[in-house]
């Protein structure tokens, strides 16, 4: 609880002065923890003219209190003597490191409401990058972020680690917040959810905790796998999800896999996971990879100056840092600072310095031999007629399409990857890598295909 010294009104110094009374019979009526939570937030600013005015830590307090304590704390402070018929909040300047207007319309993150910290300004819909591998998941989440009719509940975003779930949620939520402030947006971490859940058994709050989280209009609950095996706590997610889908409010899911592939996650909730949208976030591809680099580029030049990267860099980087996002991200954010204290143009052998860790974990593992034989079993030829000299087009365009997918995957040369074709010309190399690179152009089939062989080799 903590006092307004308000100059301009000595009435409103009273009350403030007479609030720590009334909070203290709060704590009485509403228990230790929700005042903890709730009430001891509040800064009484003053009672004027019938108004007491609160300043609340956000607007998901605010409200929560007008919502729930309304009545409870008008009568309370009409018995202390004061006459007043309603309460107002105002949210504290607090979470203004950011700039004011975007401070006021900040979603509420899990974090937020039980801790104080807010979502990552940065992460929102104009600074993803979209490409092949994520434009469903990007399509999805905009659809869900207009805030419209529930279309799919929930929406399950999956993908591995550093491909941009998380920035897709917190985008969503910015989004919302921005076009319907009046809805009640709730971001928070599976884990953050199990530990508030806890905490609540422990508090002996469990209906406290089932009423926020059934109070909100949109729940966002990243990295879902977490709970799996966390038997309680999946139980209790599943009742709230439950809850909120039959008031059809919107929810949106994260995990690093499918739903039906998360280890102990209750077969119940798997498959519920599954009734709305379940959309996956494939590996970068190279495209991605180099529009990332250059938009992110972009953005660290405002802080670090002019600093010159050549495109070869870029491509470089683009295609020997493979799928995480995160690792792109901190090597060029590397390179800047590298390049701004040098106060000279990087060259490649500055990068291969500078970034040698990292490039060494992020060497490609996979060989043109993997190649050839995931290749060969997926079109189901031999492995034989792979490196043969068959040219039959069934044999043919699958040894093409591997010739293709060791120039991509792999660092080796045309003429070594010549060599493992059974001794064929660096030439022979070149054209079949031209020719898919043409087909897939125009054939969907085939570049279905070649997707599904690149992710099951990068796995
Ligand atoms: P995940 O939650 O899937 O592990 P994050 O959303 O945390 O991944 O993304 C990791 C980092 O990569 C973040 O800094 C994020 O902004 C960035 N990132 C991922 N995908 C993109 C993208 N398509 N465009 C721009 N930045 C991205
Ligand atoms: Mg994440």
Redesign the pocket.
Known sequence: MRFAWNEENRLGCEVTDSWAGISNELRREVGESNHKSWIEPLECLAIKEGVAHFRAPSRFVGDWVKRNYHDQILTLIRNSGTDVTRLDFVVSGAVAARPKAEAARAPVSGDDVLQGTVLDPKLNFDNFVVGKPNELAHAAARRVAEGGAVTFNPLFLYGG??LG???L?QAIAWELTEKRPDLQVLYL?AEKFMYRFVQALRDREIMDFKNIFRSVDVLMV??VQFIAGKDSTQEEFFHTFNALVDQNKQIVI?ADRAPGEIKDLEARISSRMQCGLVVDLHPTNYELRLGILQRKAAHFAQSYGSVTISDGIFEFLAHRISNNVRVLEGALQRLFAFSSLIGQEITMDMVQDCLSDILRTSERRVTVEEIQRKVAEHFNIRLSDMLGPKRTRTIARPRQIAMYLSKELTSRSLPEIGRRFGGRDHTTILHGVRKVEEMRAADSQLNEDIELLRRLLEN
């Open positions: 680690v550093g779930k998380t920035h949620m971490s990243d990295d994260s």
